[in-house]
């Protein structure tokens, strides 16, 4: 049995000591490059590594061209795999993925492995907090594992370039939802986002409605009911945030309600808002 979207915390004690699981500790904070770590450093899953946001998740070089892809591009699949590969990640192994932000980080590392083809990947539900709830310990015990030996597969997840966006505001093909919060989706709030707006004619969908006041995933029927009242279809879907990380909780949503097939714009609102030529909108 592999787990491919969620597990829960019960489920995840009775594994801890099983080899083939490797935990990754997600936590980060969007406003603090250091926050994870730190926390990562008082107290850990037991066996868990830390997967920094910014250092093993994003690759901030420019473009071919030199222009900005945005606060968290993605790295090279390659160079992800070797990432994979430091935590001990083999072709067999079952990876689980953590934060304290309701998966927020997690599940972009859920759709990372995704994205290089690797399936039995699941995020913590109710992460750290569900964890320590159902009496599961932390460690300050840092843990090297066995240099892994993953490879690159054919990808199980698709995503949009900054032009197939622009395109598609033509076409209208596709709907974009947009994870972030409603003030933000409005323009309204510059704290994080150096240029206020949205992609015009996006709706918004911040990710923390996928949730329970418990900090763990609605059901799935009702994920179902959520997203089938916003889009015509998840093939016809993309799905961007501020960075390419919160998109990946509505996706992580999407799978678990069996809607799959939606695409990533992984530039999103950081990168599309870095052109001035490119249009905003705001407001209602």
Not at 113 to 123: E, F, P, T, Y
Not at 228 to 250: D, F, R, V
């Amino acid at each position: 049995m592999s787990f491919t979207t969620l597990i829960t915390a019960a489920e995840l004690k009775q594994h801890i000591n099983n080899p083939v699981f490797v935990v990754l500790d997600c936590r980060s904070e969007l406003t603090d490059p250091h926050a994870g770590a730190i926390a990562f450093a008082s107290g850990h899953i037991p066996g868990a590594q830390h997967a920094d946001s910014d250092r093993d998740l994003s690759d901030k070089s420019a473009g071919p061209h030199g222009e900005f892809r945005g606060r968290h591009p993605l790295p090279s699949p390659a160079n992800f795999i070797e990432t994979l590969r430091g935590w001990g990640v083999y072709p067999n192994s079952q990876v689980i993925a953590y934060d304290a932000h309701g998966g927020m980080f997690a599940a972009r590392v859920w759709w990372m492995l995704r994205w290089v083809g690797h399936k039995a990947v699941a995020v913590l539900d109710g992460g750290l907090p569900a964890w320590q709830a159902a009496g599961g310990e932390l460690t300050q015990e840092v843990i090297n594992r066995p240099h892994g030996s993953i490879t690159l597969q054919p990808s199980l997840v698709g995503t949009v370039s900054a032009d197939d966006v622009l395109a598609n505001l033509s076409a209208r093909a596709r709907v974009v939802l947009d994870a972030r919060a409603a003030d933000r989706f409005r323009g309204e709030n510059e704290t994080i986002d150096p240029v206020a707006g949205r992609i015009p004619g996006a709706k918004n969908r911040w990710f923390k409605d996928n949730l329970q006041p418990d900090g763990k995933f609605k059901s799935a029927d009702t994920l179902r009911a959520d997203y089938t009242a916003l889009i015509k279809s998840p093939e016809h879907t993309i799905m961007q945030c501020g960075s390419g990380i919160s998109a990946c909780h509505n996706l992580l949503a999407m799978e678990i309600a069996g809607l799959p097939g939606a695409l990533l714009y992984p530039g999103s609102w950081s990168e599309w808002s870095s052109d001035p030529s490119r249009p905003v909108a705001v407001g209602n």
